[in-house]
């Protein structure tokens, strides 16, 4: 099998999933075990996910382009903070500062918010997201 190309924005990625895992003081296993289950997804090895959390990059300036990728990246950080059945208040604070750093209206960023946290916890996946979305 063909290593997976990992790219900034994808080591960006899992930089902030790991940060959003950490926002709550509460790092569970079950967040531990999210966050390598995203990685095995997007055919990243443990070892590969190992050095991206022990060599961060600065990825303040990375962030997804396309609607899709937006919404795919907001979707696993949604699934990690409900990786513990909690919504933290600071989990929630985190999740409308990336929702707004990845460019939606400010007017927007709790109902978006909102509705993240409600389609994971009721088992939504991304397709149907995006879908719902678009249409």
Known sequence: MEPIQITENLKAHFLRLYQMAICDD????????????????????PKNLDEILLNPINFKSLVPQTIEEKVDYLYDLTIMIWADG???????????????????LEENVKAIVDYLITSVKTGKNKTDILYELKN
């Not at 509460?26 to 095995?40: I, Q, V």
């Not at 208040?89 to 999740?95: F, G, I, L, Q």
């Open 26 to 45: 509460d790092f569970s296993a079950l967040e531990l075990k999210m966050l390598y289950k995203c990685a095995e997804e997007r055919g990243i090895s």
């Open 86 to 104: 909690v919504v933290s208040p600071n989990e929630y604070s985190a999740m409308e500062k990336y929702v707004l750093m990845f460019g939606f």
